[in-house]
C-alpha cells in the first residue's frame, strides 16, 4: 500500500510560467478571513471604518519581513555563507514569532500616529490573528512541513484521523507526527475562547494577553515535537520565546490590575 501513497500535490495550478502554490492560497485565504473579521469587530467597537485596512498595508509587508529575518538569524550558519539567498523568501524559511514582533511593533506605533489605545486594536485583533495561525498551519499540510518526529502508520490511525492527513504524513518512507494539525487544532480552540471571553468584557489589553498565553502554552509542547525547530545551541528557540511571552504576559496581566485599577474595558466605545 505504502508505494501507492503519492503526496498531495502542493500547486493548486500554473498561469503560463507562474505556478500558483496551495500554501500561498491558505494563508492569503487566513489573512483575507482574519482581516474581515477584525474589521467588523472594529466598526463594533467604534473605531474609525479604515483603521484595520490601513493597518494591514504596514503590517503585513513588515510581518513577512521580520519573520524572515528571525529565521535567518537562526539559520546564520548558512546564510553567512550565502547571502545571495538571503532574499529568497520564496524558497522557505519563516518564523511565526518575528512576524509577530514585527506586528507589534507596527501596532504600537500606528496606534500611537492614529491616538488609538494599542491594548483595543490588540484586544480586536487576537482572535483574528489566532484564527489566521490556525488556517496558515494547514499550507504547511500542502508542503508536508513542520512536522514531528517517525511514528506508525497505527498510530495515527489510533488518532482517527482521515486517510488524506495519514497519507500526507507519509514522506520519503516514514510516517510522521502531524503537528501542523496539532497547533491548528489548538489554535482554532483559542479562537472559539477568545470570542467567548469578549463576552466576560475583561479590562482593555487583557484579551490581547490572554491570546499570548494560549497559543505560546500549545507552541512549546507541539515544537517539543517537531524536527524543523530554530536552535540556539541546545535550546529551541520556539520553546524558549514561548516561556518568555508567558511570563511577560502574566506579568503585565499583574502589574496593570495592581496599578491601573480604573483601566477601560474592552466593550467601551472611548479610543
Same mark, same amino acid.
Given at each position: 500500500?505504502n508505494?501507492?501513497i503519492?503526496?498531495?500535490?502542493?500547486?493548486?495550478?500554473?498561469?503560463?510560467?507562474?505556478?500558483?502554490?496551495?500554501?500561498g492560497?491558505?494563508?492569503g485565504?487566513?489573512l /483575507?478571513?482574519a482581516?474581515?473579521?477584525?474589521?467588523?469587530?472594529?466598526?463594533?467597537?467604534?473605531?474609525?471604518? @479604515?483603521?484595520?485596512a @490601513?493597518? *494591514?498595508?504596514?503590517?503585513?509587508?513588515i /510581518?513577512?519581513?521580520? /519573520?524572515?529575518i528571525?529565521?535567518?538569524?537562526?539559520?546564520?550558519?548558512?546564510?553567512?555563507s550565502?547571502?545571495a @539567498?538571503?532574499?529568497k523568501?520564496?524558497?522557505g524559511?519563516i518564523?511565526i514569532h518575528?512576524?509577530?514582533?514585527?506586528s !507589534?511593533?507596527t501596532?504600537i506605533v500606528?496606534a500611537?500616529?492614529?491616538?488609538?489605545?494599542?491594548?483595543?486594536?490588540a484586544d480586536i485583533?487576537?482572535?483574528s490573528i489566532?484564527?489566521?495561525?490556525?488556517?496558515?498551519r494547514w499550507g504547511?499540510?500542502?508542503?508536508?512541513?513542520a512536522?514531528?518526529?517517525e511514528?506508525?502508520?497505527s498510530?495515527?490511525?489510533g488518532?482517527?484521523?482521515?486517510?488524506?492527513?495519514?497519507n500526507? *504524513?507519509?514522506?520519503?518512507?516514514?510516517?510522521?507526527?502531524?503537528?501542523f494539525?496539532y497547533?491548528?487544532v489548538?489554535?482554532f480552540?483559542?479562537?472559539?475562547?477568545l470570542?467567548?471571553?469578549?463576552?466576560?468584557n475583561?479590562?482593555r489589553?487583557?484579551?490581547?494577553?490572554s491570546? !499570548?498565553?494560549?497559543y505560546?502554552?500549545?507552541?512549546?509542547?507541539v515544537?517539543?515535537l517537531r524536527?524543523?525547530?530554530?536552535?540556539?545551541?541546545s535550546?529551541?528557540m520556539?520553546q524558549?520565546?514561548?516561556?518568555?511571552?508567558?511570563v511577560?504576559?502574566?506579568?503585565?496581566?499583574?502589574y496593570?490590575?495592581?496599578?491601573?485599577? /480604573?483601566e477601560?474595558?474592552?466593550?467601551?466605545?472611548?479610543n
Amino acid at each position: 500500500m505504502n508505494e501507492t501513497i503519492q503526496p498531495l500535490n502542493p500547486i493548486a495550478f500554473s498561469l503560463g510560467p507562474i505556478q500558483v502554490h496551495w500554501y500561498g492560497i491558505i494563508i492569503g485565504s487566513g489573512l /483575507a478571513l482574519a482581516l474581515y473579521l477584525a474589521i467588523r469587530e472594529a466598526n463594533r467597537r467604534g473605531l474609525p471604518k @479604515d483603521t484595520f485596512a @490601513d493597518l *494591514m498595508l504596514w503590517a503585513i509587508p513588515i /510581518a513577512i519581513i521580520s /519573520a524572515r529575518i528571525y529565521y535567518v538569524i537562526f539559520e546564520w550558519d548558512y546564510y553567512g555563507s550565502h547571502p545571495a @539567498d538571503i532574499p529568497k523568501i520564496w524558497n522557505g524559511g519563516i518564523a511565526i514569532h518575528g512576524a509577530l514582533i514585527g506586528s !507589534v511593533i507596527t501596532t504600537i506605533v500606528f496606534a500611537r500616529k492614529r491616538g488609538i489605545s494599542f491594548w483595543k486594536i490588540a484586544d480586536i485583533a487576537a482572535p483574528s490573528i489566532i484564527l489566521g495561525q490556525a488556517i496558515g498551519r494547514w499550507g504547511n499540510f500542502m508542503n508536508q512541513e513542520a512536522h514531528g518526529g517517525e511514528v506508525t502508520r497505527s498510530f495515527l490511525e489510533g488518532l482517527h484521523l482521515p486517510d488524506f492527513i495519514i497519507n500526507q *504524513m507519509y514522506i520519503n518512507g516514514t510516517y510522521y507526527h502531524p503537528t501542523f494539525l496539532y497547533e491548528s487544532v489548538w489554535d482554532f480552540i483559542g479562537f472559539l475562547l477568545l470570542i467567548l471571553l469578549r463576552r466576560v468584557n475583561f479590562r482593555r489589553g487583557e484579551l490581547f494577553l490572554s491570546y !499570548v498565553i494560549w497559543y505560546s502554552v500549545g507552541r512549546f509542547f507541539v515544537e517539543g515535537l517537531r524536527t524543523d525547530s530554530l536552535m540556539l545551541g541546545s535550546l529551541r528557540m520556539a520553546q524558549t520565546i514561548s516561556i518568555v511571552l508567558i511570563v511577560v504576559a502574566l506579568g503585565i496581566l499583574v502589574y496593570r490590575r495592581t496599578k491601573n485599577p /480604573a483601566e477601560a474595558h474592552y466593550l467601551d466605545q472611548t479610543n
